[in-house]
């Protein structure tokens, strides 16, 4: 069987790397790139990728029919455009988060996806991309921790910002910190709750240390809901200097008998490296390192691709996540240097 062949469009987020090694880990074969101009992340995509042919024009893309899908990692603004575009030419999707801007783009996508029968998936890279997410989720099914009743995320990361393009900053272009990041931590809370919707008690957006771009949002949270279970999430571009990473993220999943923490990207004044999971229950307290545990999502898109299947993510849950971003973005309560400009 030939290997999919798959082409990414946009490079204006250092996304796009796990995007593509992912899909060529997975044995799938990068056909080609177009992206606008010169972004940052296009040296490092070149490095990484070094035989990638890149094409002056995306229709050659959009029009290649060998082409089965497409990894998009544009400007946040333009995403909706481009993947509409690419499921109208018959490919599927593959999107960095956010997928969308405003609740219009997401109703046209939905469109979009039942009128071609297209595969929207959105690279929710906190839970697809960490293996101790995959052991976890075996932790789970064994039952190690009864019923979920309540999960409490917190996604900090570092700013970064002589490395931002103009668009990061106006959110406008950028969608806002509950619309972009947001939408990792709901995505874990759906699918550790095993929760189909969800409701958002309350949301809240500020600038306290950005005052240089006094539109942008350097720090949120939201709560949520679902039928059984409840969900806390804390964002921020504050990460140290001193962190060896970009944040130190982590989620703790509360079972009614007994609890579950993931340090994803590293144990502070602890153990090296990635994926520490930590488990206590009646029986146990101990450490599991998750880092071994695979990342399936890559391989079963691929698989669903090919087969019309959805066992890497359920596209409702997909678009279950996106439409609950935009509703926690849009009733944020506004802190700090955003509490006087207008919504």
Not at 51 to 74: G, N, W, Y
Not at 154 to 169: E, K, Q
Not at 229 to 237: E, I, K, M, S
Not at 277 to 294: H, I, K, P, Q, R
């Amino acid at each position: 069987m030939k290997p999919l062949k798959f082409a990414a469009i946009g490079l204006d987020h250092r996304h796009i790397y796990g995007m593509t090694k992912g899909m060529i880990d997975a044995g799938a074969e990068l056909s080609a790139f177009w992206t606008e101009g010169t972004p940052g992340p296009l040296a490092g995509f070149l490095k990484r990728f070094p035989d990638a042919k890149r094409v002056p024009d995306l229709a050659q893309i959009l029009e290649d029919q060998s082409i089965s899908l497409v990894l998009i990692a544009a400007p946040p603004a333009e995403r909706a455009v481009l993947s509409i575009q690419a499921m109208l030419h018959g490919k599927d999707v593959m999107m960095d988060k956010p997928g969308c801007l405003t609740p219009e783009e997401l109703e046209q996508i939905e469109h979009c996806i039942h009128s071609t029968g297209r595969i929207w998936s959105v690279n929710f890279s906190e839970r697809f991309e960490v293996p101790a997410i995959t052991l976890v989720d075996k932790l789970l099914a064994e039952g190690r921790i009864g019923d979920v009743v309540h999960t409490l995320s917190v996604g900090p990361h570092r700013l970064n910002a002589h490395m931002r393009p103009d668009w990061f900053w106006d959110p406008k272009d950028y969608g806002g910190i509950l619309g972009d990041i947001g939408t990792h931590q709901i995505d874990q809370f759906l699918h550790f709750t095993k929760a189909t919707d969800a409701t958002v008690t309350r949301a809240t957006v500020g600038n306290f240390n950005t005052p240089q771009h006094p539109r942008f949002q350097d720090f949120g949270e939201m709560n949520l809901s679902s039928a059984t279970a409840q969900g806390y999430v804390r964002l921020d571009w504050y990460t140290p200097d001193a962190a060896p990473n970009w944040g130190d993220g982590r989620l703790t999943i509360l079972g009614t008998e007994g609890y579950i923490e993931i340090r994803k990207y590293m144990d502070i004044a602890g153990r090296p490296g990635t994926d520490h999971v930590f488990l206590v229950n009646g029986s146990e307290c101990t450490y599991l390192d998750g880092s071994d545990a695979g990342t399936p999502y890559f391989v079963r898109l691929r698989n669903d691709i090919e087969n019309r299947t959805e066992s890497a993510c359920p596209q409702d849950h997909t678009l279950r996540v996106m439409r609950l971003a935009l509703e926690a973005q849009n009733q944020a309560i506004r802190l700090g240097n955003l509490a006087n400009e207008p919504t």
